[in-house]
């Protein structure tokens, strides 16, 4: 064979072979699992400190890891092999979720035999109410007459279950009650010039409103509002609304 011929056909098994490197590639990704799917969080109806974690079984997973976040802080992390039994065609964890004031974050990771993989994320919500929004207070043409108002809670909790955990409340006939405390306090010295309180049944949009009376117009004021549910209150979902002294 001429050496014209065998550089030819030299040239052609070379490019052959760098032509089946990236398919080579490819599919080797291909093998990487992707995102859980069907990923839910279901507050333990037995120890309300405890969320039940479950999810699909991801193609290519060697090994879920989940991850639970109080903020930046981890609270807790576990690993699921996928030689696990399944519940129902799931996965499922319990994983901590301890402090009823909290909202956390609770990621779900699939990974292979290299710590490859892809995660997805949900949210368990405090098993106590939010804090009240959209609130205010004012003064209208009688100085020592004031007006405070504020939108209900957006979140109002949990039910407490029947085997002591938590449960969430049935949206088509809710039975929740989220009590609202009110406490005028006047800055000057502190001093409490009135509570009063408020509760309102299920996932009502209502406002809270409330009229305080005999105030010195002359003075500021600042109303404490607190929210609260079967499973208590929290300072950090306490907030204050200003009333100024009139001008």
Known sequence: MKLSSLIAT?????????LAAPQAASAAAAQVPGVPMGVQQVRSAVNEAQTVVSWRPTTFAARYRVKVLDGSA??????????????????????????????????????????????????EKSLVPSVVTKARGFRGSDKTRATFEMSAPQWRGYLVASGGGAKADNLAAPSIEVTTQLQLVRIADGRVIT?????????????????????????????????????????????????????
């Open 74 to 123: 981890t609270v807790a992390s576990y690993v699921v092999p996928a030689s696990q039994a399944l519940v129902g065609g799931r996965f499922q964890v319990v994983v901590s979720t301890p402090n009823k004031c909290s909202t956390y974050r609770i990621s779900v990771r699939a990974e292979d035999a290299l710590g490859q993989g892809a995660q997805v994320a949900v949210t």
């Open 195 to 247: 509570s009063v309180s408020t509760t309102q049944a299920g996932w009502t949009t209502a406002k809270v409103s409330k009229i305080f009376t005999g105030l010195d117009a002359k003075r500021a004021y600042v109303l404490k509002v607190s929210t609260s549910n079967e499973w208590g209150s929290c300072a950090k979902q306490d907030g204050k609304i200003l009333l100024p002294a009139a001008a």
């Open 10 to 18: 030299a040239g052609v098994a070379l490019a052959g072979a760098l």
